[in-house]
C-alpha cells in the first residue's frame, strides 16, 4: 500500500511514516498541501492509495487541499489525522470528500487497524461505535461495502471477509484470497 502522509509537523510526519514502512507500506511525505498537491501531480509519479492529511498547515491548508482534489475529480482515499476535534469540523470534513477523521493524539494501532488483522463485528462495533453489545443490525455490514466501494475503484481489493471470523485489510493476491478463505467481494457475509 502507498501513503502520503500530510502534515507540517516533521516529528509527527517522521513517526508516522516510520511506523507505516514498519508495518510494510511504502510512505511519502509532505509538509503542507501545496507540496503534496505537486507530488501527486509530479509527471510519472506512481498513485497513491491513501492520503493522511492534516487539516492546518501554512501555505496550503488540510481544507482547501481535499476541496481541489476533489473539484480535480480525483478520488484518492483521504483521512484527516488532526487535533481539531470538534463535530462541526469532523463534519465539514466528511462534505468535502473525506473517507475517515482520525483525532490527535490516537493509538498507532488504531491507524492500522484493519491491517492484515482480522477484526470481528464486535470489535468492530465497540472500536468505531462504542457498542458492547451485538444491535442485531447490519451496521458493520453496510460500513465495509461503503470502504469497499470508495477503495476497490482505485485498484485491488483491500478489505477481505474472513469466513466465520470477520474483516481485514491487506493487499492479497486472487489465488492466495481462495486459499485462505479470504474474499473481497461486498456483498458476501459472514458465516
Not at 115 to 131: K, Y
Amino acid at each position: 500500500m502507498r501513503l502520503l502522509v500530510v502534515d507540517d509537523d516533521p516529528k509527527f510526519r517522521s513517526y508516522i511514516s516510520n511506523g507505516l514502512r514498519e508495518s510494510g507500506c511504502e510512505c511519502a511525505t509532505a509538509a503542507d498541501g501545496d507540496a503534496a498537491m505537486k507530488m501527486l501531480e509530479a509527471p510519472g509519479a506512481a498513485p497513491f492509495d491513501l492520503i493522511l492529511l492534516d487539516v492546518m498547515m501554512p501555505v496550503q491548508n488540510g481544507w482547501d487541499l481535499l476541496h481541489d482534489l476533489r473539484e480535480r475529480g480525483r478520488e484518492t482515499p483521504v483521512i484527516f489525522v488532526t487535533a481539531r476535534d470538534a463535530v462541526e469540523e469532523r463534519v465539514k470534513g466528511l462534505k468535502l470528500g473525506a473517507d475517515d477523521y482520525i483525532i490527535k493524539p490516537f493509538a498507532f494501532d488504531e491507524l492500522l487497524a484493519h491491517h492484515d488483522q482480522v477484526l470481528t463485528r464486535a470489535q468492530l462495533l465497540h472500536e468505531v461505535w462504542g457498542i458492547d453489545f451485538d444491535p442485531e443490525t447490519n451496521v458493520v455490514d453496510v460500513h465495509v461495502a461503503r470502504l469497499r466501494r470508495k477503495l476497490d475503484r482505485h485498484g485491488k481489493p483491500l478489505i477481505h471477509t474472513v469466513r466465520g471470523e470477520g474483516y481485514k485489510l491487506s493487499v492479497v493476491y486472487e489465488g492466495a484470497a481462495k486459499e485462505e478463505g479470504v474474499s473481497g467481494a461486498a456483498g458476501e457475509s459472514l458465516a
